[in-house]
């Protein structure tokens, strides 16, 4: 599957964005869908997740009640929507995919580790001002 990421761009603080990831390639719906964001000398952060129904929806503690991500199988898309931005918010944003056989016991610590996703789009640049 390939993944396309957009929506990024500059925003100030208590602003929104919604960042896209469009799919083309294998079937979509095989895949649960992360959204992960970096900043310079860090690792790839899981902010948000959706598994290939549309449930199992999880995210960084620090975006709850901020953040809210959706997909729509039929177009192949992702969405993530960012609202109450605030400048630790700043990042690249990627979204990746990883198809998954089953969800265990470790699946909480699984899907936010960046090393467990197969498939990346090019990320999204998201810049909050204060």
């Known amino acids: 599957v390939q993944l396309q990421a957009s929506g990024g761009g500059p925003v100030q603080a208590g602003g929104s964005l919604r960042l896209s990831c469009a799919a083309s390639g294998r079937a979509f719906n095989r895949y649960f869908i992360g959204w992960l964001r970096q900043t310079p000398g860090e690792e790839r952060e899981f902010v948000a997740g959706?598994?290939?129904?549309?449930?199992?929806?999880d995210y960084l503690e620090s975006v709850k009640g901020r953040f809210t991500i959706s997909r729509d199988n039929a177009e192949n898309t992702v969405w993530l929507q960012m609202n109450n931005l605030k400048p630790e918010d700043t990042g690249v944003y990627f979204c990746?995919?990883?198809?998954?056989?089953?969800?265990?016991?470790?699946?909480?610590?699984?899907?936010?580790?960046?090393?467990?996703?197969?498939?990346w789009g090019q990320g999204t640049l998201v810049t909050v001002s204060s």
């Open positions: 990746a995919a990883q198809e998954r056989e089953y969800y265990g016991a470790q699946w909480y610590y699984e899907k936010r580790s960046p090393h467990t996703y197969q498939y």
């Open positions: 959706i598994k290939e129904s549309g449930d199992g929806i």
